[in-house]
């Protein structure tokens, strides 16, 4: 990848960040100046906490703003990249005559889902995962709202993993440990990652396939106050 479509890419990618106005930089991890906080804002602040940020030069603030912006554009980026390369998949199972774990190790998307259930992830199931998917990433622009099945947080794992394709192949100059941060913020307290522990690798026809992490129950509601698209419901 040469210098100047690196640019590009980061050019665009500050660009988009304008876009997501559904999750605030300081979501991300930006640390503001204490001068451009309220005084209700600094109450939330140990004095040492402040001092630091206060203490943090002009050099430093200015390259994590932008290593910041540059997150938050990649987020709205990826979830284009999501949906496309869903879609893409889609198409992909419509001329197999078998899905098998193999054919969707080989796919975009649904590669990156719990490969224990992978034999599951036909056309139908990837239609109602791209109406979940569409719903969850609609929140980067009205709002962040934590998604309301487990569909919908394994649709935001899906999402970062197409950001971090998209970081390795530009090299993007983004904040350190950020998966861990943005996976703080939006899959906080999710169910969602015991799927791909180890143990549940190794054992999907136990406890996987009577409880409420089955692929049966993906595309439930965790409480009734949860909305789900009908369509995935069906």
């Not at 056309?123 to 919908?152: E, H, M, N, Y």
């Not at 396939?209 to 009734?224: A, N, Q, S, V, Y």
Request: glycine share 6%; aromatic share 6%; charged share 25%.
């Amino acid at each position: 990848m040469n210098a100047d479509e690196d640019d590009d890419i980061t050019e665009e990618l500050l660009a988009d960040s304008e876009k997501l106005t559904g999750l605030s930089l300081e979501l991300l991890g930006l640390d503001p100046h204490p001068d451009d906080m309220t005084a209700e804002q600094r109450l939330q602040f140990d004095p040492e906490d402040l001092a630091e940020m206060a203490s943090a030069g002009s050099g430093d603030r200015e390259r994590s703003a932008r290593q910041t912006r540059l997150l938050a554009g990649l987020l709205w980026n990826s979830s284009s990249i999501l949906i496309d390369q869903l879609f893409r998949d889609l198409g992909t199972l419509h001329g197999l005559e078998t899905v098998t774990p193999e054919a969707i190790a080989g796919t975009s998307v649904l590669s990156s889902l719990p490969p224990q259930f992978a034999s599951n992830y036909d056309a139908k199931f990837t239609q109602r995962f791209i109406v979940v998917a569409a719903d969850v990433t609609a929140s980067f622009a009205r709002g962040w709202a934590a998604p309301g099945c487990l569909a919908g947080e394994l649709a935001v794992h899906c999402l970062l993993d197409q950001a971090r394709i998209t970081e390795d192949i530009y090299e993007l100059d983004l904040p350190e440990e950020w998966r861990a941060l943005v996976e703080e913020v939006l899959l906080e307290d999710a169910d969602s990652a015991i799927l791909y522990a180890d143990a549940a690798l190794h054992d999907g026809a136990s406890e996987q396939d009577t409880g409420k992490l089955d692929i049966r129950h993906w595309f439930e509601p965790f409480t009734p106050g949860d909305a789900v698209p009908p369509y995935a419901c069906s």
